[in-house]
C-alpha cells in the first residue's frame, strides 16, 4: 500500500535564490488559466474516449457514435467543445465530416497520459 502522507518543513525557511528563479520562469496568469482549462477537457471520459478513437484513425461522426455506442448528437457535442479547445480538427468530405486529432501535440499528451497511469 502506498503512503500519500504530505510532509511539511519543521521551520518555515525561504530559499531566495529559487523563490526568485520560480517567479521569473512562471508564465503570466492568463496563460496558466489557460492550461487549466485545456486540462479540463481531458477530465471528461467521454471526451477521452472519442480522443482515443482518433488517436486511431481518422473517422467520421457515423463511425465514432457506432464505435462509442453514442448517438451522433452527443458525439457532436463533444467535438465542438474539442474543436474549440484545438485538439481535433474536421475535413467535409462529400455529406461526411471526418475528425482526427488537431496535431502531433495532442498524440504525445495522450500516450504521455497513458504512460503516465501505467507506470
Do not use: W
Not at 520560480?22 to 485545456?38: G, I, N, S, T
Not at 477521452?48 to 457506432?66: K, S, T, Y
Amino acid at each position: 500500500m502506498k503512503d500519500h502522507t504530505v510532509e511539511c518543513c519543521e521551520k518555515t525557511e525561504l530559499h531566495e535564490d529559487l523563490l526568485c528563479r520560480v517567479r521569473e520562469q512562471m508564465p503570466p496568469e492568463e496563460d496558466l488559466l489557460d492550461l487549466a482549462e485545456l486540462f479540463k477537457v481531458f477530465g471528461d471520459t467521454t471526451r477521452i474516449r472519442i480522443l482515443f478513437v482518433l488517436f486511431e484513425a481518422e473517422v467520421c461522426v457515423c463511425d465514432l457514435a457506432e464505435a462509442l455506442r453514442m448517438t451522433q448528437s452527443a458525439v457532436s457535442h463533444q467535438l465542438a467543445l474539442l474543436k474549440r479547445s484545438k485538439l481535433v480538427k474536421s475535413r467535409r468530405e462529400g455529406k461526411s465530416v471526418f475528425y482526427s486529432l488537431a496535431d502531433e501535440h495532442v498524440r504525445s499528451i495522450i500516450a504521455q497520459g497513458m504512460e503516465h497511469i501505467e507506470e
